[in-house]
């Protein structure tokens, strides 16, 4: 009877053990574009050894359902006690306010006030988390091609056209499929379009319609791929607002230029090795300057978890100012705490001689980046500008749609998008 | 009896008691149940599990599908939606010229639904074939018929996106196809960004992974036609075609038309291999309906769940339109074929 009882008990416990969360557990969902998460992985071993009462689970999972699985969680009241994702201001009804359990919020003020609003519902003081890294746009040019074929490296202030240029020659000189790629992606092609003069917020703060600006970018870019200079598999081979990245395009040397962004220093340097030496070169600039679009990974708290106390140690502990240098330091990530920034002196750990150039790049060009372009990371209206951006001028590549329908399209699906969110 | 025999007899005994000892306790009830209900009542009692199952898996979504469908907004959860009657549907059917996609107002869901109608002519109609002629060749006393029958079967197992991957990793740019081109001095071609051949590529990759499923229905069709009816136009000296259109294909038709309802069903649905090898693209000339809805409902940076409720819905009444129809050409041809 008592060995009944036994197992009975420890049936029970299994069974709670799966279906709810125990005090001192917090469930992390993260994705990785590089080493990250090995290295939080190393650093919440050692948040656990200090705090042995708070076990951390850390599921690595895919960037697609961060992006897909993890908003439909969260409408459903479910979900991780923390996560790292991009898409940030929009889901941010979701993220819980940590002001009343950390252990000091002005700290937390001091070091991220910069980039909160970009977590949290306009209007509100709450502190949903911070910033795991910045990210700014910016391009990568195979230098060991530009050598190859003769070409100088375009210069600081060079023009989109320079460089598109320069990089044709390199494609033809070095038989390339194409001169450049820039991402399937509206965010991506946002710094370009705001160079070329575009603003996306209208003065009430809502969408405004394709202005100049943009369509004079859009318009370059659609040419050039349409002659061949970039490479079409990256904007043609999808439909709707699908992200494509044309890395592996730069890392396979078939592309000399390649517009991105700094969250690709790891990932270039980890897969290109020494097979040849790449810079990166800021954003190419136009008549309004020369602007990428700042963004950013943030590790927000959920507010549905049964642990807040426990997740506000753990997000404490991962927003302390050594962990953050650690952990910019170790997965070559821009840090986005202000006392790290200010105090400066980042090792990068990195072996690679490309990959300090490059970052000290990108952290100059961030002081370059245009009021259009710092307005839109915490614009509520910017993934519905970008994904009409992309869907529709993915089109007008493909010879489906001419560049004027194109304009009136992209109008009207973010309209559509604003009446249906309203 | 032997050692062995009366050990197996003992260990087949000791498997059996605990189902006997359940049916012992089912028997019970079972029996006042069917006293009480009589024949009638035991065929709901066996059908009840099955239907509770397609009840709460397959009707209840639908009907909360329906509801979706009649209202606006992000969020998931119906109380926080807006009800707003037909006009998702409106929405959808808002056109100028249903054959001109520029006139309407959702452009992508019409282009979507003009590729999928081309898409299931064309596939439908060499699913079909295909099908029928790999049937007809490995009905044939071939070398290694068996084999065969494996080899043709075997994509069938494979999951669609490991499909939709392996071809994707042949026609892509550097991809293995244009190795071989290349090799043989020719000119490497952009066979996903080429609208001809990304659309080809969706209907040859489809017919390739489906076809061993339908060939197997058309090989059961034709090893059930009797021999003598072979051996009768033989003698009579018919030629092979004349065997073909006067016994083979008639006798066949109830199974052709299985093949051709379900391919059809299946040709609409279309999905995955397609979006994994081509993404829809190049531009939108291989977007699909079920990949419109995924990504209205669940992939775009903005979801719309009530407008792609209402494209499922829409979606939905074309399929049950075309079932109901090729069912109707079917008993049609049955009860003809009973006449004659």
């Known amino acids: 009877m008592n060995k009944t009882r036994t197992l009975l008990a420890a049936l029970s416990v299994s069974l709670l053990a799966s279906t709810s969360a125990f005090a001192g557990d917090v469930r992390i969902m993260w994705y990785s574009d590089g080493v990250e998460g090995d290295v939080i992985q190393d650093i919440l071993n050692r948040f656990m050894k200090d705090n042995p009462d708070i076990h951390v689970t850390l599921d690595n999972v895919a960037y697609k359902v961060i992006q897909e699985q993890l908003p439909i969680q969260l409408e459903a009241g479910q979900g991780p006690d923390i996560a790292r994702v991009t898409n940030i201001k929009e889901l941010a009804q979701h993220w819980l306010d940590l002001r009343p359990l950390v252990a000091d919020p002005k700290y937390w003020e001091d070091n991220f006030a910069d980039r909160l609003d970009w977590m949290r519902p306009d209007g509100s003081n709450a502190i949903p988390g911070f910033m795991t890294q910045l990210t700014l746009t910016g391009g990568f ?173 753990v997000m404490d502990y991962l927003a302390r100012e050594d962990v953050v240098k650690e952990f910019s330091e170790r997965t070559l990530f821009l840090p986005a705490h202000k006392g790290v920034v200010d105090k400066g002196g980042l090792k990068w750990v990195s072996a690679d001689k490309n990959v300090g150039p490059a970052l000290d790049k990108f952290v100059k060009a961030a002081g370059e980046t245009l009021p259009a372009a710092d307005a839109l990371p915490p614009w509520k209206w910017a993934n519905a500008y970008f994904a009409a951006l992309v869907t529709r001028v993915s089109q007008v590549m493909a010879g489906e749609l001419s560049l004027d329908d194109a304009w009136g399209r992209i109008d009207q699906d973010i309209a559509d998008k604003v009446a249906e969110a309203k | 009896m032997t050692a062995a025999a009366t050990l197996k007899a003992g260990i087949g005994a000791a498997l059996a008691a605990p189902v006997v000892w359940l049916a012992s306790i089912v028997n019970v009830p079972l029996k006042f149940w069917q006293r009480a209900t009589g024949t009638g009542g035991m065929a709901a009692f066996f059908l009840a599990p099955n239907m509770a199952i397609f009840g709460i898996f397959v009707l209840v979504p639908m009907i909360i599908n329906f509801f979706y469908s009649a209202t606006s907004g992000t969020a998931y959860f119906l109380q926080d939606r807006t009800y707003v009657g037909l006009e998702q549907y409106q929405r959808l059917l808002d056109c100028g010229n249903y054959l001109d996609t520029a006139t309407c107002h959702e452009d992508l869901f019409w282009k979507a639904v003009h590729n999928t109608g081309l898409f299931v002519v064309v596939q439908v109609a060499l699913m079909t074939v295909v099908s029928m002629a790999t049937a007809l ?60 051949w990304a659309f080809t590529a969706a209907v040859s990759v489809s017919v390739w992974a489906h076809m061993g499923f339908y060939t197997l229905i058309l090989l059961a069709g034709l090893q059930a036609i009797p021999r003598d009816l072979y051996e009768a136009a033989e003698m009579d000296g018919t030629k092979p075609a004349r065997v073909f259109w006067r016994i083979t294909l008639p006798l066949l038709m109830p199974n052709l038309l299985v093949v051709i309802v379900l391919a059809l069903i299946r040709a609409v649905q279309i999905f995955d291999e397609v979006y994994v090898l081509t993404g829809g693209g190049p531009g939108t000339s291989t977007l699909y309906i079920t990949q419109y809805i995924y990504e209205i409902g669940f992939a775009s940076l903005l979801r719309n769940p009530g407008l792609a409720s209402a494209a499922s819905i829409l979606m939905g009444l074309v399929l049950v339109v075309l079932t109901l129809v090729q069912l109707q050409v079917g008993r049609r041809g049955e009860r003809k074929g009973a006449r004659e």
């Open chain 2, 137 to 196: 060749i490995l009905n044939r006393e071939i070398v290694g018929r068996s084999f065969w029958r494996a080899v043709f079967f075997f994509p069938v197992l494979l999951s669609p996106v490991v499909t939709g991957l392996i071809w994707r990793w042949i026609l892509q740019r550097q991809g293995l196809l244009n190795l071989i081109v290349h090799d043989l001095g020719g000119e490497p071609h952009n066979w996903l960004t080429d609208r001809f």
């Open chain 1, 141 to 313: 040019a195979n230098k060991t091609l530009f050598e190859q074929a003769g070409v100088p490296l375009p210069g600081d202030k060079a023009t989109w056209d320079d460089w598109v240029k320069a990089a044709a020659e390199v494609a033809k000189s070095q038989q390339l499929p194409a001169a450049f790629a820039i991402d399937r992606s509206g965010h991506r092609i946002s710094g370009p379009n705001v160079s070329f003069g575009a603003n996306y917020i209208g003065p009430d703060g809502m969408p405004a319609k394709v202005d100049d600006g943009t369509k004079a970018f859009v318009g370059k870019l659609v040419d050039w791929t349409a002659k061949g200079l970039m490479l079409k598999d990256t904007w043609v081979s999808a439909a709707g607002s699908t992200y494509r990245a044309a890395a592996d395009d730069f890392i396979n040397a078939q592309i000399p230029f390649y517009y991105s962004g700094s969250w690709q220093v790891a990932n270039l340097s980890t897969k290109i090795g020494d097979s040849f030496d790449w810079v990166a070169t800021g954003s190419p600039c136009a008549i309004a300057g020369c602007s990428g679009v700042k963004g950013g990974a943030a590790l927000v708290a959920i507010k549905y978890t049964k642990n807040p106390k426990d997740v506000a140690k």
